[in-house]
């Protein structure tokens, strides 16, 4: 089956208690296209970026598989930049600087080779440029997933209720759910989310795991404990890429189907913090990958002989 992911592809500068790096590659587009590219094979990414990303990471990406003809490259123009700083406990962060540059006037272009895709990842962007992306398909696909943050609430809020009335999954985190809902407890917030339209919620929580919510199911997985954990920038993305990416592969769209989903979201997310930036997810292997979802299931597998 195929995905479409839409999302920046950009310049990210990072602090956490472990370093700090210069501008390095990052953008919500980037990590979902390279997550979900383990798991399906026609994957097409929309994004705009300036003339000063490298050609090397757009090369890395076609290597992957991704389809990069809904790519525009604007000259003179720079492409969009994000600063973070992590707090001590790696699980919250502060937004230094956002400069969307390129994504300010982006209007994204669906080639036609896109049209008929089946599962729709639209990441961080602006409400109304997601929205836009749905309106262009012309075929409404399978399942749209979306995924936003605290910047598009605070100066979009209109604009990202309008989208998420057009959407099926939302993807976000705990903090955002509570903003979005004005609900402290995440099981009101998923309430209120789901009135708002999408039928799907799932609520990322960084190290303690993430919830899936549809109807009166609800479904939790925790995360991997991990030795070492150096940059959790792009670990969203990374579970929304593994989990569509997931998704479209065994296209069964099913709450069953959707908790390996989130297992498999899971451990990509697990990659990535291990490394700053992209760089672990660039080249995995298959057995690792398989392996890593083994210690999920070993993780969290328990036989209860007598329940009281
Ligand atoms: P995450 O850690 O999963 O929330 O994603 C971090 C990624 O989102 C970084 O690589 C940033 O480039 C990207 N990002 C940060 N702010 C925005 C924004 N306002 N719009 C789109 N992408 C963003």
Redesign the pocket.
């Known amino acids: 089956m195929s995905l479409v992911t839409v ?2 592809v ?3 500068a990072i602090e956490t208690p472990f370093g700090k790096t210069d501008k390095i590659i ?3 587009g ?2 979902i296209a390279l997550s979900s590219s383990y798991f399906v094979k026609n994957q097409n990414i929309v994004a705009v970026v300036g003339d000063d990303f490298p050609q090397e990471m757009i090369d890395k990406l076609g290597d992957r598989g991704v389809n990069l003809e809904g790519l525009q490259i604007k000259e003179g123009e720079k492409s ?3 600063s ?1 700083k992590y707090n001590n406990d790696m699980n919250s ?1 502060d ?1 230094l600087v ?1 400069e ?1 540059n390129v ?1 300010e006037h982006f209007d994204p272009i669906i080639p036609d080779s896109y049209q008929d895709c089946d599962y729709l990842m639209l ?4 409400p109304d440029v997601q929205l836009k992306v749905i309106d262009r398909l012309e075929k409404r696909p399978k399942l749209v997933a979306l ?1 936003t ?1 605290n ?2 609430m605070d100066i979009a809020m209109d604009d990202l209720k309008k989208t998420l009335k057009a959407i099926d999954i939302l993807i976000i ?1 705990d903090e955002e759910a509570r903003q979005l809902s004005g609900e402290y407890s995440l099981v009101k917030a998923a309430k209120k989310i789901r009135e708002m339209g999408p039928k799907y919620l799932v609520i990322k929580k960084g190290e303690h795991g993430a919830l899936l919510f549809h109807g009166t199911n609800a479904f939790f997985a925790p995360a991997l404990p991990l030795e070492d954990v150096f940059d ?9 890429g593994g989990f569509m990416g997931y998704l479209a592969s065994t296209d069964d769209v099913s709450f069953e189907n959707m908790k390996r989903g989130i297992i498999a979201g899971s451990a990509m997310a697990s990659f990535c913090v291990e490394k700053f930036g992209t760089e672990k997810l660039e080249n995995l292997s298959k057995s690792e990958i398989e392996d890593r979802i083994q210690e999920f299931v070993k993780l969290t597998n328990f036989d209860m002989v007598q329940s009281i």
Request: net charge negative; charged share 10%; proline share 3%.
């Open positions: 999302g920046s950009a310049f990210d990052g953008g919500a980037t990590y969009f930049f994000w973070g962060r937004t956002t969307l994504l990441g961080n962007l602006s995924d943050m910047f598009w985190n959790p920038t792009g670990a969203g993305d990374t579970f929304a």
